[in-house]
């Protein structure tokens, strides 16, 4: 079976700060995994996605992530953060088709 | 381009009360996702169609949880009755289509529907 891990539950940072958010999985094949993004008020957004290749990915709005498969890792990173990422944040793993199974999430609050 | 549409935003209902949701997906998009977001989790998927019929269904509660999408379009996730924990945001999403094999289409979500079972 499938797992996702997010051991932060709320993460604060200052404006400007580098972002790291974890997320660890668990699964039997190779993984297609993802991060969103979850603003008050609206929907879910796709940051970024890992299918194969390169394991440092880039995304929208400055986000990367890298995939360690030594560590089952997908961490999210951000060099400088804005007020406007405030938000939740989703590690995802797709298994089957195209079914997305999701971790329990990051609040990320933004301080001046 | 518009997005995935869905409609009511928010609704109060009383325990062992019936409610309906209803989702429109983006134009063209043949697969349809039903989500339950209990408050501090992440979405979990309830059932998922391919045009009219069911994909996947195997985590929605079917004693009291039905959902249709009769002509490939639309679709309406229905609650009888109702129950506590079924207060959460209902999620719809589409993407183009279910690939054989294993592959990846973007899944665009809607806004949701905050339900509130008192």
């Known amino acids: 079976a499938q797992s996702v891990t997010q051991p932060d539950i709320h993460i604060t940072v200052s404006e400007g700060a580098s972002l790291e958010l974890r997320c660890n999985y668990s699964?039997?094949?190779?993984?297609?995994l993802f991060w969103y993004v979850q603003s008050p008020g609206q929907g879910l957004q796709l940051l970024l996605k890992y299918f194969s290749g390169d394991t440092l990915v880039q995304g929208i709005k400055g986000f990367e992530a890298e995939f360690k498969r030594s560590q089952s890792s997908f961490n999210l990173r951000k060099p400088s953060v804005h007020w406007s990422d405030a938000a939740e944040y989703f590690c995802?793993?797709?298994?089957?088709?195209?079914?997305?199974?999701f971790g329990t999430g990051t609040r990320l609050t933004v301080i001046p | 381009e518009a997005g995935v549409a869905q409609s009511p935003r928010y609704k109060i209902i009383e325990k062992r009360q019936s409610v309906a949701f209803w989702c429109n997906p983006i134009?063209?998009?043949?697969?349809l996702y039903w989500y339950q977001q209990i408050l501090g989790q992440g979405p979990k998927l309830l059932i998922q169609f391919q045009n009219n019929g069911v994909v996947d269904d195997s985590q929605l509660p079917k004693d009291r949880f039905s959902a249709e999408r009769l002509k490939g379009v639309d679709s309406t996730l229905k609650i009888q009755p109702a129950k506590l924990e079924d207060s959460a945001v209902y999620l719809c999403?589409?993407?183009?289509?279910?690939?054989?094999?294993?592959?990846?289409?973007?899944?665009?979500f809607g806004p949701g529907t905050r339900l509130t079972v008192t």
């Open positions: 134009s063209g998009h043949a697969t």
């Open positions: 699964y039997g094949a190779t993984p297609y």
């Open positions: 995802v793993i797709q298994t089957g088709a195209n079914n997305l199974f």
């Open positions: 999403a589409s993407s183009l289509e279910v690939a054989g094999g294993f592959y990846s289409y973007e899944q665009y």
